[in-house]
């Protein structure tokens, strides 16, 4: 069989990856092997503000394994890790540039509707029928998203009156 191409490689594990939507509260209940690879607390803290935010991130990328009941998240460890420090108020909020009124803040003390939010919001989560023999082609499908990301953000960025009063209008309905 002759090798594949590196953009071959790509596009195939392209095409055998399922893309599926989950809420924090998916994630929080399915069994992930997780590296023990953290953010410090500032960038932790900026993460969650842009969650909350609203600010769109990069796919959550998954694989099943052969040694683990579960699946093993190749690409987005910080991210889950920062989620679940929030969520089991391991974490509290500084550094809030655009939301200031998250600052100082754990998950227990934001607002009914931020916290619903923060638990409803939908995450698009890769699972890749791969194995680690792909890894080099991951990392390039990696740095591919992060770059699209960065190029999203910066032509959209999202105005802080927006964020703000998003959160305010919700916080406002739920009590009358």
């Known amino acids: 069989m002759p090798k594949l191409s590196f ?25 992930f092997k ?20 609203g600010v769109r991130i990069m796919p959550l990328y998954v694989r099943n394994c052969d040694d683990y009941e579960g699946l093993e998240i190749v690409n987005g460890n910080k991210r889950v890790n920062a989620m679940l ?20 803040r754990k998950f227990e003390d ?25 890894d080099d082609v991951l990392a390039s499908i990696f740095r591919s998203e992060r770059t699209k990301q960065k190029k999203h953000e910066a032509q959209h960025p999202i105005p802080e009156t927006f964020r703000v009063v998003c959160h305010q209008g919700a916080e406002q309905k739920r009590h009358s």
């Open 7 to 31: 953009a071959e490689k790509k596009r195939q594990i392209e095409e055998r990856a399922v893309v599926k939507v989950y809420s924090f509260q998916d994630i929080y209940s399915t069994k």
């Open 34 to 53: 997780k590296s023990k690879s953290y953010w410090n607390r500032p960038q932790q803290s900026k993460f969650i503000e842009a969650l909350l935010a």
């Open 85 to 104: 420090s929030f969520y089991n108020n391991q974490l509290t909020l500084q550094w809030c540039h655009k939301l200031h009124r998250l600052e100082g």
């Open 110 to 134: 934001i607002s009914k509707s931020s916290q619903s939010y923060f638990l409803n919001k939908e995450y698009t989560v890769v699972v890749l029928d791969g194995d680690e023999d792909e």
